[in-house]
């Protein structure tokens, strides 16, 4: 209204005194519009180790890398964040689920994920280590699935590492393919895989060790407090809460069948020993940067005549 009052009547009118006079003039849809507005919800944690949050990142697949991660949702500290060939093999996101297991030593009291077939083998491997407990969520009520839009925590986290991080792969990435380096073909996947991983699995390291070192302030729509993620994880106490988690034995994670997990760095078994026998033949050096990793990338890609 405001605004046709400027364009189509040239009135100068103040917002506020127009919003006045509409709920003078028409009080029912004022009223009616007010019930339909959006109401934020506040997000609840009694504490680290409640709820975690787990779910991929597609944004890097168009180019052949595949990313996991997983954030705590009282302390936002992430838990892993792991670059691979797929994020869709439930074996590898179970192998990446059993790893942050072992690392901090304690499982969850809730595993939250979406509804993808990925996701299956480390729902049940939660619900399996959580089956001899008997608190209210003991059993197969310790992982919940829901959809990827309502994951907040993680997917709101997602958002944040795109401005930090993954934009500046997703720019670069788009570059070669731009310049005609890249056609998105199996081949040229693996070798960008090759000569990237490392040096993005650095990167994504690096990302996770100043997140969680970092100080987030309150917010309104989370009863969670502000602070810095390690502390808030690791001394919960000082923040009027406690570590939800359940302490897990290794003879526990050993009594669990292992599943075998052969996954080149390159996700090809043929291609990695093409790779690695060109790298030898030449002696070329393993990238550090992503500057030698564009010029590894060039120099592989001329020999393999792709």
């Known amino acids: 209204m405001w605004q046709v009052l400027k364009q189509k009547y040239n009135f100068r009118v103040k917002r506020d005194d127009v919003m006045n006079m509409l709920r003078e003039l028409n009080p029912r849809g004022c009223e009616s519009r007010t019930r339909r507005r959006f109401t934020r919800r506040t997000y609840h944690s009694m504490g680290p180790n409640y709820m975690w949050h787990a779910d991929g990142y597609d944004k890097l697949k168009p180019f052949g890398l595949a990313i996991s991660g997983c954030i705590d949702g009282f302390s936002r500290k992430v838990l892993r964040l792991e670059c691979g060939p797929t994020n869709n093999n439930p074996t590898v996101i179970a192998h990446f689920f059993m790893s942050c297991v072992r690392n901090l ?9 979406d ?38 925590c993680i997917e709101s986290w ?50 996770v060790r100043l997140w969680n070192s970092h100080r987030i302030r309150p917010s309104r729509t989370a009863a969670c407090p502000g602070g810095v993620p390690n502390e808030l994880y690791y001394l919960p106490h000082r923040f009027g809460s406690r570590d939800c988690g359940f302490q897990i034995e290794q003879a526990e994670l050993d009594a669990l069948p292992e599943a075998s997990l052969s996954m080149t760095p390159c996700g090809d078994p043929n291609m990695q020993e093409y790779l690695d026998f ?10 550090e940067n992503w500057e030698s990793a564009s010029e590894l990338y060039m120099k592989l890609k001329e020999m393999a005549q792709l």
Request: proline residues 2%.
């Open 105 to 113: 030593g304690v499982i969850p009291m809730r595993l939250r994920t």
């Open 115 to 152: 509804c993808g077939t990925e996701n299956g083998m480390m729902a049940a491997i939660q619900c399996t280590l959580r089956h001899h407990h008997s608190d209210y969520y003991s059993g197969a009520s310790s992982h919940m699935y829901g959809s990827s839009i309502n994951n907040q």
């Open 158 to 207: 997602w958002s944040i590492f795109r401005k930090g991080r993954s934009q500046f792969w997703m720019e670069l990435f788009a570059d070669l393919r731009e310049a005609g380096y890249f056609n998105g073909s199996h081949e040229h996947q693996c070798l960008l895989r090759y000569c990237f991983g490392d040096v993005v699995q650095k990167d994504l390291d690096e990302c």
């Open 278 to 287: 060109a790298m030898e033949h030449n002696q070329l050096q393993k990238p």
